[in-house]
């Protein structure tokens, strides 16, 4: 059995200035970075010594996510890029305010039918569920019996909350996105997933923030 914590990045430029950001590296705002520490210090006194490691998606707003606990933990942190938000194609840095006019086929795919749509040009959800999984599952593998930290971003736990349900990808508009710096706690064991906490933000109190309802 491997426990796992995903921790989903605070809040990024991309998300403030309303931009869809795939794979391009926008840092974390001031704010973002009040709430990685606020997630930080929340996982320290609720995991403390039982968290094992700590792996984070390379791109900078999930790593400095990951690293503000992994500093008080006091453990190092991996970067995998598997563990990376969905590539966006020409969707890349558009504001959501313009996708719909610009790409309206596919953008209302996504709205309407997340799990089988794609990003123009980019990946498709179902090519991000599949990374993302091997990902996580070859991690589970390397640390067997122990409790990871992972820091990633919106739609890699959302596809991941499809596992937890036991559901596929054509029930994942149905499943909502977990706000910035949240916490949701998952357990696998035998290929199987158990989820104990989904989109955990009692220690934002004040600073909670999510994605625009265009999205």
Known sequence: MTR?????????DGNRYRLFTGQGDLPLTELGRRQAEAAAEYIEKQYGDSIDAVYASDLARAWDTGKAAA??????ITPDKGLREILAGDWEGVSFADLPGRF????????????????????????LSERVHAAVVRIAEENPGKTILIATHATPIRTLQCRFAGVGLEKMQQIPWVANASLTEAVYEDGRWTAVKIGETCYLAGIRTELPKNV
């Open 104 to 127: 309206p086929a596919d953008y209302a795919l996504w709205m309407t039918d997340i799990g089988r749509s794609h990003c123009t040009g980019g990946e498709s959800v179902a090519e």
């Open 4 to 12: 796992f914590l995903f921790v989903r990045h605070g809040e990024s």
């Open 71 to 76: 500093d008080r933990l006091g453990l190092p």
